[in-house]
Protein backbone atom coordinates (compact mmCIF):
# COMPACT_ATOMS: atom_id res chain seq x y z
CA UNK A 1 0.00 0.00 0.00
CA UNK A 2 1.89 3.44 -0.81
CA UNK A 3 1.46 6.20 2.07
CA UNK A 4 0.68 9.42 -0.22
CA UNK A 5 0.95 12.39 1.66
CA UNK A 6 -2.85 13.81 1.90
CA UNK A 7 -1.94 17.32 3.24
CA UNK A 8 -1.24 18.33 -0.72
CA UNK A 9 -4.67 19.90 -1.00
CA UNK A 10 -3.58 22.72 1.17
CA UNK A 11 -1.55 25.42 -0.01
CA UNK A 12 2.03 25.54 1.58
CA UNK A 13 2.28 26.92 5.09
CA UNK A 14 3.77 30.33 4.71
CA UNK A 15 1.96 30.71 1.00
CA UNK A 16 5.31 30.26 -0.54
CA UNK A 17 5.70 28.54 -4.13
CA UNK A 18 8.19 28.36 -6.73
CA UNK A 19 6.91 31.02 -8.86
CA UNK A 20 7.19 33.74 -5.76
CA UNK A 21 10.04 32.26 -4.02
CA UNK A 22 11.83 34.93 -4.76
CA UNK A 23 11.69 37.96 -7.20
CA UNK A 24 13.17 39.55 -10.00
CA UNK A 25 14.85 38.44 -13.69
CA UNK A 26 18.40 37.87 -11.81
CA UNK A 27 16.37 35.25 -9.92
CA UNK A 28 14.85 33.49 -12.62
CA UNK A 29 17.97 33.75 -15.29
CA UNK A 30 20.38 32.24 -12.70
CA UNK A 31 18.01 30.04 -10.83
CA UNK A 32 19.21 26.33 -9.54
CA UNK A 33 15.30 25.25 -9.03
CA UNK A 34 14.56 22.75 -11.86
CA UNK A 35 11.07 23.75 -11.77
CA UNK A 36 12.50 27.80 -13.24
CA UNK A 37 14.92 25.97 -15.41
CA UNK A 38 12.17 24.04 -17.01
CA UNK A 39 9.97 27.04 -17.08
CA UNK A 40 12.63 28.92 -19.36
CA UNK A 41 13.21 26.08 -21.23
CA UNK A 42 9.43 26.15 -22.32
CA UNK A 43 9.51 29.59 -22.73
CA UNK A 44 12.91 29.32 -25.35
CA UNK A 45 11.38 26.39 -27.05
CA UNK A 46 8.05 27.99 -27.71
CA UNK A 47 8.98 31.14 -29.00
CA UNK A 48 11.75 28.35 -31.46
CA UNK A 49 8.27 27.07 -31.97
CA UNK A 50 6.82 30.09 -33.50
CA UNK A 51 9.66 30.54 -35.87
CA UNK A 52 9.54 27.26 -37.25
CA UNK A 53 6.17 27.21 -37.34
CA UNK A 54 6.50 30.75 -39.49
CA UNK A 55 8.89 29.03 -41.29
CA UNK A 56 6.73 26.76 -42.61
CA UNK A 57 3.44 28.86 -43.74
CA UNK A 58 6.07 30.58 -45.55
CA UNK A 59 6.92 26.98 -47.11
CA UNK A 60 3.49 26.02 -47.84
CA UNK A 61 1.95 29.49 -48.78
CA UNK A 62 5.42 29.01 -51.66
CA UNK A 63 3.78 25.27 -52.21
CA UNK A 64 0.53 26.61 -52.98
CA UNK A 65 0.56 26.68 -57.09
CA UNK A 66 3.24 25.60 -59.25
CA UNK A 67 5.86 28.26 -60.22
CA UNK A 68 6.64 31.00 -58.16
CA UNK A 69 4.50 32.27 -55.49
CA UNK A 70 6.29 34.07 -52.65
CA UNK A 71 9.40 33.83 -53.06
CA UNK A 72 12.90 32.88 -55.18
CA UNK A 73 13.99 28.96 -54.97
CA UNK A 74 17.12 30.04 -53.57
CA UNK A 75 14.99 31.76 -50.33
CA UNK A 76 12.40 28.43 -50.58
CA UNK A 77 16.10 26.47 -49.92
CA UNK A 78 16.61 28.21 -47.31
CA UNK A 79 13.23 28.52 -45.73
CA UNK A 80 12.83 24.38 -45.16
CA UNK A 81 16.67 24.32 -43.93
CA UNK A 82 15.55 26.66 -41.18
CA UNK A 83 12.43 25.52 -40.66
CA UNK A 84 13.94 21.61 -40.58
CA UNK A 85 16.71 22.62 -38.67
CA UNK A 86 14.67 24.90 -35.71
CA UNK A 87 12.15 22.42 -35.43
CA UNK A 88 14.55 19.12 -35.01
CA UNK A 89 17.34 20.80 -32.89
CA UNK A 90 15.30 23.73 -31.36
CA UNK A 91 11.86 22.09 -30.81
CA UNK A 92 11.34 18.05 -30.90
CA UNK A 93 14.44 16.90 -29.36
CA UNK A 94 14.18 19.07 -26.10
CA UNK A 95 11.00 19.38 -25.57
CA UNK A 96 9.62 16.76 -23.85
CA UNK A 97 13.50 16.10 -21.75
CA UNK A 98 14.21 19.64 -21.48
CA UNK A 99 11.06 21.29 -20.50
CA UNK A 100 8.98 18.93 -19.44
CA UNK A 101 11.46 16.71 -17.73
CA UNK A 102 13.01 18.76 -15.81
CA UNK A 103 9.61 20.49 -14.45
CA UNK A 104 8.43 16.84 -13.22
CA UNK A 105 11.33 14.70 -12.85
CA UNK A 106 12.16 15.50 -9.68
CA UNK A 107 8.33 15.94 -8.92
CA UNK A 108 7.91 11.88 -9.66
CA UNK A 109 10.62 11.33 -7.53
CA UNK A 110 9.89 12.94 -4.50
CA UNK A 111 13.20 14.79 -4.66
CA UNK A 112 14.23 18.01 -4.21
CA UNK A 113 16.13 18.52 -7.78
CA UNK A 114 18.16 17.39 -10.29
CA UNK A 115 21.35 15.46 -9.51
CA UNK A 116 23.72 18.32 -10.54
CA UNK A 117 21.25 21.54 -10.79
CA UNK A 118 24.73 24.03 -11.62
CA UNK A 119 25.03 21.23 -14.84
CA UNK A 120 21.30 22.12 -15.39
CA UNK A 121 21.54 25.62 -15.89
CA UNK A 122 24.52 25.21 -17.79
CA UNK A 123 22.52 22.99 -20.25
CA UNK A 124 19.84 25.83 -20.36
CA UNK A 125 22.44 28.58 -20.93
CA UNK A 126 24.11 26.54 -23.97
CA UNK A 127 20.38 25.67 -25.37
CA UNK A 128 20.32 29.46 -25.48
CA UNK A 129 23.84 30.02 -27.08
CA UNK A 130 23.42 27.23 -29.14
CA UNK A 131 20.20 28.62 -30.34
CA UNK A 132 21.36 32.08 -31.03
CA UNK A 133 24.33 30.93 -32.95
CA UNK A 134 22.31 28.82 -35.21
CA UNK A 135 19.75 32.26 -35.79
CA UNK A 136 22.62 34.10 -36.57
CA UNK A 137 22.93 32.64 -39.74
CA UNK A 138 19.57 34.20 -40.55
CA UNK A 139 21.37 37.35 -40.55
CA UNK A 140 24.37 36.20 -42.69
CA UNK A 141 21.94 35.40 -45.12
CA UNK A 142 20.94 31.75 -44.41
CA UNK A 143 21.96 28.27 -44.81
CA UNK A 144 20.45 26.04 -47.92
CA UNK A 145 21.77 22.35 -47.42
CA UNK A 146 18.55 21.14 -45.40
CA UNK A 147 18.70 20.06 -42.06
CA UNK A 148 20.87 17.28 -43.01
CA UNK A 149 23.83 19.37 -43.66
CA UNK A 150 24.56 16.22 -46.25
CA UNK A 151 27.94 16.59 -48.18
CA UNK A 152 29.71 17.37 -50.49
CA UNK A 153 27.27 20.49 -50.76
CA UNK A 154 27.60 21.64 -47.08
CA UNK A 155 31.30 21.66 -47.49
CA UNK A 156 30.93 23.77 -50.96
CA UNK A 157 27.58 25.97 -51.08
CA UNK A 158 28.56 29.43 -49.87
CA UNK A 159 25.92 30.20 -47.23
CA UNK A 160 26.10 30.15 -43.56
CA UNK A 161 26.74 26.60 -42.45
CA UNK A 162 28.93 27.45 -39.99
CA UNK A 163 26.94 29.17 -37.48
CA UNK A 164 24.47 26.82 -38.16
CA UNK A 165 26.65 23.55 -37.56
CA UNK A 166 28.36 25.27 -34.57
CA UNK A 167 24.74 25.78 -33.22
CA UNK A 168 23.88 22.42 -33.55
CA UNK A 169 27.46 21.67 -32.15
CA UNK A 170 26.58 23.45 -28.72
CA UNK A 171 22.68 22.41 -28.58
CA UNK A 172 24.43 18.73 -28.69
CA UNK A 173 26.56 19.30 -25.36
CA UNK A 174 23.03 21.03 -23.71
CA UNK A 175 21.63 17.41 -24.65
CA UNK A 176 24.32 15.82 -22.94
CA UNK A 177 24.51 17.29 -20.07
CA UNK A 178 20.49 16.98 -19.40
CA UNK A 179 21.40 13.48 -20.31
CA UNK A 180 24.17 12.69 -17.79
CA UNK A 181 22.09 14.46 -14.89
CA UNK A 182 18.81 13.00 -15.49
CA UNK A 183 20.84 9.73 -15.66
CA UNK A 184 22.39 10.05 -12.36
CA UNK A 185 19.48 11.50 -10.72
CA UNK A 186 17.17 8.31 -11.74
CA UNK A 187 19.67 6.44 -10.76
CA UNK A 188 20.38 7.75 -7.50
CA UNK A 189 17.74 10.29 -5.91
CA UNK A 190 14.71 7.77 -5.96
CA UNK A 191 12.50 7.84 -3.04
CA UNK A 192 12.20 5.11 -0.38
CA UNK A 193 10.44 2.48 -2.02
CA UNK A 194 10.85 3.17 -5.35
CA UNK A 195 12.80 -0.05 -6.49
CA UNK A 196 13.01 0.34 -10.61
CA UNK A 197 9.99 -1.33 -11.14
CA UNK A 198 7.94 1.69 -9.31
CA UNK A 199 9.24 4.01 -11.03
CA UNK A 200 6.94 5.77 -13.29
CA UNK A 201 7.06 5.14 -17.20
CA UNK A 202 7.59 8.49 -17.76
CA UNK A 203 11.24 8.44 -16.46
CA UNK A 204 11.83 5.16 -17.55
CA UNK A 205 11.31 6.49 -20.80
CA UNK A 206 13.27 9.49 -19.46
CA UNK A 207 16.23 7.15 -18.39
CA UNK A 208 16.12 5.45 -21.71
CA UNK A 209 15.99 8.88 -23.90
CA UNK A 210 18.87 9.83 -21.62
CA UNK A 211 21.29 7.13 -22.73
CA UNK A 212 20.92 7.94 -26.29
CA UNK A 213 21.47 11.36 -25.48
CA UNK A 214 24.76 10.46 -24.21
CA UNK A 215 26.08 7.98 -26.25
CA UNK A 216 24.62 9.10 -29.48
CA UNK A 217 25.16 12.72 -29.44
CA UNK A 218 28.92 12.90 -29.43
CA UNK A 219 29.29 11.08 -32.66
CA UNK A 220 27.25 14.33 -34.24
CA UNK A 221 29.37 16.59 -32.24
CA UNK A 222 32.52 15.27 -33.77
CA UNK A 223 30.96 15.06 -37.70
CA UNK A 224 29.91 18.29 -37.30
CA UNK A 225 33.50 19.46 -36.34
CA UNK A 226 34.70 17.53 -39.32
CA UNK A 227 32.40 19.73 -41.78
CA UNK A 228 33.97 22.81 -40.08
CA UNK A 229 37.08 21.21 -40.79
CA UNK A 230 36.13 20.49 -44.40
CA UNK A 231 35.27 24.38 -44.70
CA UNK A 232 37.97 25.64 -43.29
CA UNK A 233 40.90 23.39 -44.23
CA UNK A 234 39.54 21.66 -47.04
CA UNK A 235 40.85 18.01 -45.70
CA UNK A 236 38.88 16.02 -47.63
CA UNK A 237 36.98 13.70 -45.52
CA UNK A 238 33.77 14.02 -46.47
CA UNK A 239 34.68 16.10 -50.26
CA UNK A 240 34.98 14.08 -53.14
CA UNK A 241 36.67 16.92 -55.24
CA UNK A 242 39.65 16.78 -52.42
CA UNK A 243 39.94 12.88 -51.57
CA UNK A 244 37.03 12.56 -49.40
CA UNK A 245 33.95 10.26 -48.97
CA UNK A 246 30.58 12.00 -48.79
CA UNK A 247 28.63 8.83 -47.75
CA UNK A 248 31.34 8.76 -44.60
CA UNK A 249 29.17 11.83 -43.47
CA UNK A 250 25.91 10.22 -44.39
CA UNK A 251 26.78 7.62 -42.11
CA UNK A 252 28.13 9.12 -39.29
CA UNK A 253 25.03 11.80 -39.37
CA UNK A 254 22.66 8.92 -39.48
CA UNK A 255 24.44 7.29 -36.55
CA UNK A 256 23.36 10.05 -34.56
CA UNK A 257 20.12 11.11 -36.18
CA UNK A 258 18.11 7.89 -36.21
CA UNK A 259 18.73 7.71 -32.57
CA UNK A 260 17.69 10.62 -32.21
CA UNK A 261 14.12 10.31 -33.74
CA UNK A 262 14.33 8.16 -30.76
CA UNK A 263 15.39 10.81 -28.41
CA UNK A 264 11.84 12.85 -29.46
CA UNK A 265 9.79 9.57 -29.76
CA UNK A 266 10.75 7.79 -26.21
CA UNK A 267 9.85 10.52 -23.96
CA UNK A 268 6.70 10.75 -25.88
CA UNK A 269 5.81 7.74 -25.09
CA UNK A 270 6.45 8.29 -22.11
CA UNK A 271 4.06 10.96 -21.45
CA UNK A 272 1.32 9.10 -23.26
CA UNK A 273 2.10 5.79 -20.83
CA UNK A 274 0.85 8.51 -17.68
CA UNK A 275 -1.61 9.97 -19.48
CA UNK A 276 -3.63 7.07 -20.57
CA UNK A 277 -3.29 5.62 -16.96
CA UNK A 278 -4.58 8.70 -15.34
CA UNK A 279 -7.72 9.11 -17.49
CA UNK A 280 -8.53 5.74 -17.59
CA UNK A 281 -8.59 5.84 -13.88
CA UNK A 282 -6.65 2.68 -14.51
CA UNK A 283 -3.56 0.66 -13.11
CA UNK A 284 -1.25 0.69 -16.86
CA UNK A 285 -1.80 -2.48 -18.50
CA UNK A 286 1.73 -4.45 -19.05
CA UNK A 287 3.69 -2.16 -16.72
CA UNK A 288 7.20 -4.72 -17.15
CA UNK A 289 6.49 -4.52 -20.95
CA UNK A 290 6.41 -0.82 -21.47
CA UNK A 291 9.31 -0.06 -19.76
CA UNK A 292 11.51 -2.73 -21.16
CA UNK A 293 10.10 -2.14 -24.41
CA UNK A 294 11.45 1.78 -23.69
CA UNK A 295 15.04 -0.19 -23.26
CA UNK A 296 14.86 -2.12 -26.40
CA UNK A 297 14.06 0.70 -28.92
CA UNK A 298 16.67 2.40 -26.70
CA UNK A 299 18.71 -0.43 -27.69
CA UNK A 300 17.79 -0.62 -31.56
CA UNK A 301 17.70 2.43 -32.22
CA UNK A 302 21.78 1.78 -32.57
CA UNK A 303 21.61 -0.51 -35.45
CA UNK A 304 19.50 0.70 -38.19
CA UNK A 305 20.92 3.86 -39.39
CA UNK A 306 21.82 2.39 -42.46
CA UNK A 307 17.83 2.80 -43.62
CA UNK A 308 18.05 6.26 -44.32
CA UNK A 309 21.24 5.55 -47.31
CA UNK A 310 19.65 2.41 -48.86
CA UNK A 311 20.22 4.43 -52.27
CA UNK A 312 22.91 5.68 -51.75
CA UNK A 313 24.96 2.71 -52.69
CA UNK A 314 25.38 0.72 -50.05
CA UNK A 315 26.19 -3.13 -50.42
CA UNK A 316 22.86 -5.83 -50.82
CA UNK A 317 24.21 -7.26 -47.76
CA UNK A 318 24.27 -4.25 -45.48
CA UNK A 319 20.75 -2.79 -47.11
CA UNK A 320 19.27 -6.43 -45.95
CA UNK A 321 20.50 -5.97 -42.31
CA UNK A 322 19.33 -2.45 -41.90
CA UNK A 323 16.36 -3.63 -43.21
CA UNK A 324 15.73 -6.25 -41.11
CA UNK A 325 16.72 -4.38 -38.17
CA UNK A 326 14.12 -1.93 -38.87
CA UNK A 327 11.26 -4.20 -38.80
CA UNK A 328 12.47 -4.80 -35.50
CA UNK A 329 11.49 -1.56 -33.89
CA UNK A 330 8.10 -2.39 -34.70
CA UNK A 331 7.76 -4.93 -31.88
CA UNK A 332 8.45 -3.19 -28.56
CA UNK A 333 6.56 0.12 -30.77
CA UNK A 334 3.62 -2.73 -31.00
CA UNK A 335 4.10 -3.31 -27.58
CA UNK A 336 3.43 0.01 -26.17
CA UNK A 337 0.34 0.85 -28.08
CA UNK A 338 -1.31 -2.70 -27.33
CA UNK A 339 -0.64 -1.82 -23.91
CA UNK A 340 -2.00 1.35 -24.06
CA UNK A 341 -5.43 0.32 -25.78
CA UNK A 342 -5.54 -2.30 -23.05
CA UNK A 343 -5.10 -0.34 -20.04
CA UNK A 344 -8.07 2.19 -21.88
CA UNK A 345 -9.89 -1.54 -21.89
CA UNK A 346 -12.98 -0.88 -19.31
CA UNK A 347 -11.12 2.14 -18.19
CA UNK A 348 -13.52 4.71 -16.50
CA UNK A 349 -12.32 7.09 -19.70
CA UNK A 350 -12.22 11.03 -18.89
CA UNK A 351 -11.87 12.79 -22.36
CA UNK A 352 -10.32 15.81 -20.76
CA UNK A 353 -7.61 18.12 -23.05
CA UNK A 354 -4.96 15.72 -22.52
CA UNK A 355 -6.30 12.54 -22.92
CA UNK A 356 -7.60 13.96 -26.47
CA UNK A 357 -3.98 14.54 -27.34
CA UNK A 358 -3.20 11.11 -26.21
CA UNK A 359 -5.73 9.27 -28.66
CA UNK A 360 -4.33 11.68 -31.56
CA UNK A 361 -0.98 10.74 -30.51
CA UNK A 362 -2.47 6.61 -30.42
CA UNK A 363 -3.93 7.05 -34.08
CA UNK A 364 -0.80 9.39 -35.64
CA UNK A 365 1.76 7.45 -34.04
CA UNK A 366 0.06 4.38 -35.49
CA UNK A 367 -0.10 6.01 -39.23
CA UNK A 368 4.07 7.18 -38.92
CA UNK A 369 4.73 3.69 -37.47
CA UNK A 370 3.00 1.79 -40.33
CA UNK A 371 4.27 3.98 -42.84
CA UNK A 372 7.45 3.12 -41.35
CA UNK A 373 7.51 -0.83 -42.51
CA UNK A 374 7.46 0.24 -46.65
CA UNK A 375 10.11 3.03 -46.15
CA UNK A 376 12.09 0.39 -44.19
CA UNK A 377 11.32 -2.27 -47.01
CA UNK A 378 13.88 -2.16 -49.85
CA UNK A 379 12.13 -2.95 -53.18
CA UNK A 380 9.19 0.05 -52.07
CA UNK A 381 11.71 2.37 -50.56
CA UNK A 382 13.94 2.66 -53.47
CA UNK A 383 10.38 4.36 -54.93
CA UNK A 384 9.59 6.32 -52.27
CA UNK A 385 12.63 7.50 -50.76
CA UNK A 386 13.11 11.49 -50.92
CA UNK A 387 9.58 11.53 -51.82
CA UNK A 388 6.95 13.31 -49.94
CA UNK A 389 5.70 10.00 -48.81
CA UNK A 390 9.32 10.04 -46.18
CA UNK A 391 7.97 13.82 -45.32
CA UNK A 392 4.35 12.48 -44.38
CA UNK A 393 5.78 9.71 -42.15
CA UNK A 394 8.81 12.07 -40.33
CA UNK A 395 5.93 14.19 -39.71
CA UNK A 396 3.25 11.77 -38.66
CA UNK A 397 6.20 10.57 -36.21
CA UNK A 398 7.59 14.05 -34.93
CA UNK A 399 4.89 16.64 -35.29
CA UNK A 400 1.91 14.20 -34.80
CA UNK A 401 3.29 11.91 -32.42
CA UNK A 402 5.88 14.08 -30.80
CA UNK A 403 4.99 17.52 -30.37
CA UNK A 404 1.55 15.78 -29.84
CA UNK A 405 2.35 14.12 -26.54
CA UNK A 406 4.57 17.49 -25.80
CA UNK A 407 1.32 19.27 -25.80
CA UNK A 408 -0.38 16.81 -23.80
CA UNK A 409 1.93 16.36 -21.79
CA UNK A 410 1.87 20.00 -21.81
CA UNK A 411 -1.68 20.57 -20.61
CA UNK A 412 -1.47 17.87 -18.13
CA UNK A 413 1.50 19.28 -15.73
CA UNK A 414 0.05 22.50 -16.53
CA UNK A 415 -1.63 23.35 -13.43
CA UNK A 416 0.87 21.63 -11.55
CA UNK A 417 3.27 24.05 -12.31
CA UNK A 418 1.24 27.34 -12.70
CA UNK A 419 -1.08 26.26 -10.29
CA UNK A 420 -4.09 27.51 -12.78
CA UNK A 421 -6.85 25.56 -14.52
CA UNK A 422 -7.66 25.96 -18.51
CA UNK A 423 -10.36 26.09 -20.24
CA UNK A 424 -11.60 22.65 -20.74
CA UNK A 425 -13.84 23.85 -23.63
CA UNK A 426 -10.89 26.16 -25.22
CA UNK A 427 -8.44 23.18 -24.82
CA UNK A 428 -10.81 20.54 -26.28
CA UNK A 429 -11.34 22.62 -29.32
CA UNK A 430 -7.53 23.10 -29.94
CA UNK A 431 -6.72 19.63 -29.22
CA UNK A 432 -9.70 18.59 -31.56
CA UNK A 433 -8.19 21.09 -34.67
CA UNK A 434 -5.42 20.20 -34.26
CA UNK A 435 -5.40 16.63 -35.07
CA UNK A 436 -7.72 17.77 -37.80
CA UNK A 437 -5.20 20.44 -39.31
CA UNK A 438 -2.09 18.09 -38.62
CA UNK A 439 -4.15 15.09 -41.08
CA UNK A 440 -5.43 17.91 -43.73
CA UNK A 441 -1.56 19.23 -43.99
CA UNK A 442 -0.36 15.78 -44.13
CA UNK A 443 -2.32 13.31 -44.89
CA UNK A 444 -2.38 14.68 -49.00
CA UNK A 445 1.84 13.95 -48.32
CA UNK A 446 1.48 10.34 -48.60
CA UNK A 447 -0.44 10.62 -51.35
CA UNK A 448 1.46 13.12 -53.83
CA UNK A 449 4.79 11.16 -52.59
CA UNK A 450 3.16 7.61 -53.66
CA UNK A 451 2.64 9.27 -57.14
CA UNK A 452 6.34 10.45 -57.17
CA UNK A 453 6.81 14.10 -55.90
CA UNK A 454 9.86 14.90 -54.58
CA UNK A 455 10.66 16.30 -51.45
CA UNK A 456 12.30 19.77 -51.23
CA UNK A 457 11.49 20.94 -54.91
CA UNK A 458 10.72 24.56 -55.49
CA UNK A 459 8.40 23.73 -58.32
CA UNK A 460 5.83 20.70 -59.24
CA UNK A 461 3.87 19.21 -62.14
CA UNK A 462 0.02 20.69 -61.92
CA UNK A 463 -0.75 17.11 -61.20
CA UNK A 464 0.16 17.45 -57.83
CA UNK A 465 -1.42 21.12 -57.11
CA UNK A 466 -4.67 19.55 -55.55
CA UNK A 467 -2.48 17.70 -52.70
CA UNK A 468 -0.49 20.72 -51.86
CA UNK A 469 -3.32 23.30 -51.71
CA UNK A 470 -5.26 20.94 -48.88
CA UNK A 471 -1.75 20.65 -47.25
CA UNK A 472 -0.66 24.21 -47.37
CA UNK A 473 -4.91 24.58 -46.15
CA UNK A 474 -4.27 22.45 -43.27
CA UNK A 475 -0.76 24.29 -42.40
CA UNK A 476 -3.05 27.59 -41.61
CA UNK A 477 -5.76 25.20 -40.09
CA UNK A 478 -2.89 23.96 -37.74
CA UNK A 479 -1.96 27.88 -37.13
CA UNK A 480 -5.48 28.51 -35.86
CA UNK A 481 -5.35 25.74 -33.88
CA UNK A 482 -2.00 26.22 -32.08
CA UNK A 483 -3.23 29.96 -31.68
CA UNK A 484 -6.55 29.07 -29.70
CA UNK A 485 -3.87 26.91 -27.41
CA UNK A 486 -1.96 29.95 -26.91
CA UNK A 487 -4.69 31.99 -25.97
CA UNK A 488 -6.33 28.92 -24.03
CA UNK A 489 -2.62 28.67 -21.65
CA UNK A 490 -1.71 31.97 -21.44
CA UNK A 491 -5.70 32.88 -20.67
CA UNK A 492 -5.72 30.77 -17.78
CA UNK A 493 -2.44 32.11 -16.01
CA UNK A 494 -4.54 35.40 -15.31
CA UNK A 495 -8.47 34.11 -15.48
CA UNK A 496 -7.32 30.65 -14.82
CA UNK A 497 -9.26 28.60 -11.47
CA UNK A 498 -6.93 27.98 -8.80
CA UNK A 499 -5.57 24.35 -9.48
CA UNK A 500 -6.24 21.88 -6.89
CA UNK A 501 -2.94 19.36 -6.01
CA UNK A 502 -4.55 17.06 -8.35
CA UNK A 503 -6.77 18.07 -10.99
CA UNK A 504 -6.74 14.90 -12.97
CA UNK A 505 -6.44 11.80 -10.31
CA UNK A 506 -3.02 10.88 -11.26
CA UNK A 507 -1.41 8.61 -8.74
CA UNK A 508 2.23 9.66 -9.23
CA UNK A 509 4.08 11.39 -6.82
CA UNK A 510 4.28 14.88 -8.36
CA UNK A 511 0.07 15.32 -7.95
CA UNK A 512 0.71 14.63 -3.90
CA UNK A 513 2.89 18.22 -3.11
CA UNK A 514 0.55 21.47 -3.46
CA UNK A 515 0.29 23.43 -7.19
CA UNK A 516 2.46 24.89 -7.68
CA UNK A 517 4.92 23.26 -5.56
CA UNK A 518 7.17 25.14 -2.89
CA UNK A 519 10.28 25.72 -4.02
CA UNK A 520 11.89 22.58 -2.18
CA UNK A 521 9.04 20.35 -3.45
CA UNK A 522 8.34 18.36 -0.65
CA UNK A 523 8.92 19.13 3.13
CA UNK A 524 9.57 15.33 4.05
CA UNK A 525 10.78 12.88 1.04
CA UNK A 526 7.47 10.78 0.13
CA UNK A 527 7.46 7.12 0.04
CA UNK A 528 6.42 6.14 -2.77
CA UNK A 529 4.31 3.11 -3.79
CA UNK A 530 2.74 1.93 -6.84
CA UNK A 531 3.18 4.65 -9.51
CA UNK A 532 -0.12 3.51 -11.05
CA UNK A 533 -2.71 2.70 -8.13
CA UNK A 534 -5.83 4.09 -8.38
CA UNK A 535 -7.16 2.34 -5.47
CA UNK A 536 -9.25 4.98 -3.13
CA UNK A 537 -8.22 8.30 -5.22
CA UNK A 538 -11.49 9.70 -5.52
CA UNK A 539 -13.06 12.87 -7.03
CA UNK A 540 -14.00 15.54 -4.60
CA UNK A 541 -15.01 18.73 -6.52
CA UNK A 542 -13.37 21.11 -8.46
CA UNK A 543 -11.44 22.78 -5.46
CA UNK A 544 -10.03 20.13 -4.22
CA UNK A 545 -9.76 17.67 -6.29
CA UNK A 546 -8.82 14.11 -6.64
CA UNK A 547 -8.14 12.92 -3.02
CA UNK A 548 -6.52 9.40 -1.67
CA UNK A 549 -8.13 8.06 0.92
CA UNK A 550 -6.64 6.26 3.54
CA UNK A 551 -7.12 2.82 3.20
CA UNK A 552 -9.83 1.43 4.77
CA UNK A 553 -12.09 4.31 4.51
CA UNK A 554 -13.57 3.74 0.95
CA UNK A 555 -16.50 0.96 0.10
C1 LIG B 1 8.35 3.00 -35.64
C2 LIG B 1 8.91 2.55 -36.70
C3 LIG B 1 9.67 3.39 -37.73
C4 LIG B 1 10.17 2.88 -38.86
C5 LIG B 1 10.08 1.43 -39.28
C6 LIG B 1 10.80 3.96 -39.58
C7 LIG B 1 11.46 3.84 -40.79
C8 LIG B 1 12.03 4.85 -41.50
C9 LIG B 1 12.80 4.70 -42.70
C10 LIG B 1 13.13 3.38 -43.35
C11 LIG B 1 13.19 5.94 -43.13
C12 LIG B 1 14.06 6.27 -44.34
C13 LIG B 1 13.21 6.58 -45.50
C14 LIG B 1 13.93 7.16 -46.67
O1 LIG B 1 14.58 8.22 -46.54
O2 LIG B 1 13.83 6.56 -47.74
C15 LIG B 1 12.66 6.87 -42.19
C16 LIG B 1 12.85 8.22 -42.29
C17 LIG B 1 12.63 9.05 -41.24
N1 LIG B 1 12.01 8.74 -40.05
FE1 LIG B 1 11.24 6.95 -39.55
N2 LIG B 1 10.67 5.11 -38.89
C18 LIG B 1 10.00 4.81 -37.73
C19 LIG B 1 9.72 5.68 -36.74
C20 LIG B 1 10.15 6.98 -36.70
C21 LIG B 1 10.03 7.86 -35.56
C22 LIG B 1 9.41 7.46 -34.25
C23 LIG B 1 10.55 9.04 -35.94
C24 LIG B 1 10.68 10.32 -35.16
C25 LIG B 1 10.16 10.62 -34.04
C26 LIG B 1 11.01 8.93 -37.29
C27 LIG B 1 11.60 9.96 -38.00
C28 LIG B 1 12.08 9.85 -39.26
C29 LIG B 1 12.75 10.91 -39.97
C30 LIG B 1 13.04 12.29 -39.41
C31 LIG B 1 13.07 10.42 -41.22
C32 LIG B 1 13.68 11.11 -42.43
C33 LIG B 1 14.70 12.09 -42.24
C34 LIG B 1 15.08 12.77 -43.52
O3 LIG B 1 15.43 12.10 -44.50
O4 LIG B 1 15.03 14.01 -43.52
N3 LIG B 1 10.74 7.66 -37.73
N4 LIG B 1 11.95 6.18 -41.20
CU1 LIG C 1 15.87 6.26 -39.11
Given at each position: MSSHANTANHAHPNGDNFLTHSHGLRSWLFTLDHKRIGIMYLIAILTAFLLGGIFALLVRTELIAPGQTIMTPDTYNKMFTLHGAVMIFLVIIPGIPAALGNIVLPLMLGAKDVAFPKLNLLSFWLYVFGALFALLSIILGGVDTGWTFYTPYSATTNTAV?????????????????????????????????????????????????????????VLGVTLLLLIGERLFHHGIFDPAIGGDPVLFQHFFWFYSHPAVYIMILPAMGVISELIS??????????????????????????VWGHH???????????????????????????????????????????????????????????????????????????????????AHFHYVMMGSAFVAFLGGLHYWWPKFTGKMYSETLGRWSAVLTFIGFNTTFFPQF??????????????????????????????????????????????????????????????????????????????????????????????????????????TTA
Open positions: IPVVTGAFILGFSSIFTGLNFIVTIQWMRPPGMTWFKLPLFLWAIYATAIIQVLATPTFSHKTIFGYKMIAYSSIAIAIISFLMFTSGQSDLANMLFSVLTFLVAIPSAIKVFNWVATMYKGSIHLSTPMLYALSFIFLFGIGGLTGIPLATLATDVHLHDTYFVVLMGIQGMPRRYFDYLPEYTSYHVASTIGGFILAIAFSITAWCLLHSLFRGKPAPANPWGGATLEWTCPSPPPHTNFDETPIAGDPYDMTGIEYEGEEKGWVRKPAG
